[in-house]
């Protein structure tokens, strides 16, 4: 079984930055694409940001463009979001999702594509 911990969520101001990370460990995923979710009280869950497995090709979503960014380390199966110049309305809770597909093709943006999820992390953004 695999499992995938998420951790440096919290409460910042306007305008500050978070680091999220996410590690995966049990069983190996393997070599596949990961991204980060979020889901904001009474809204579907969205995707923020995915890699592939090489790191090669990367997804924004266009609200968050220019200030996040995802990056993935395969030695130590960790993926991070980066998230500088936060907003209120990114407020929501983060999950950390690896699927066993390695590029991002098809539906890639669904969460039905990730085959493994973390817990969630609270990222509070006050205005």
């Known amino acids: 079984q695999v499992q995938l911990v998420e951790s440096g969520g919290g409460l910042v101001q306007t305008g500050g930055s978070l680091r999220l990370s996410c590690a995966a460990s049990?069983?190996?995923?393997?070599?596949?694409?990961m991204g980060w979710f979020r889901q904001a009280r009474g809204k579907e869950r969205e995707l923020v940001a995915a890699v592939s497995w090489t790191g090669s090709v990367l997804y924004y979503a266009d609200s968050v463009k220019g200030r996040f960014a995802i990056s993935r380390d395969n030695a130590k199966n960790t993926v991070n979001l980066q998230m500088d110049s936060l907003k209120p309305e990114d407020t929501a809770v983060y999950y950390c999702?690896?699927?066993?597909?390695?590029?991002?093709?098809?539906?890639?943006?669904?969460?039905?594509?990730?085959?493994?999820w973390g817990q969630g992390t609270q990222v509070t953004v006050s205005s």
């Open positions: 999702a690896a699927s066993k597909s390695r590029y991002l093709t098809g539906t890639y943006y669904s969460t039905q594509w990730y085959d493994y």
């Open positions: 049990g069983r190996t995923v393997g070599p596949g694409a």
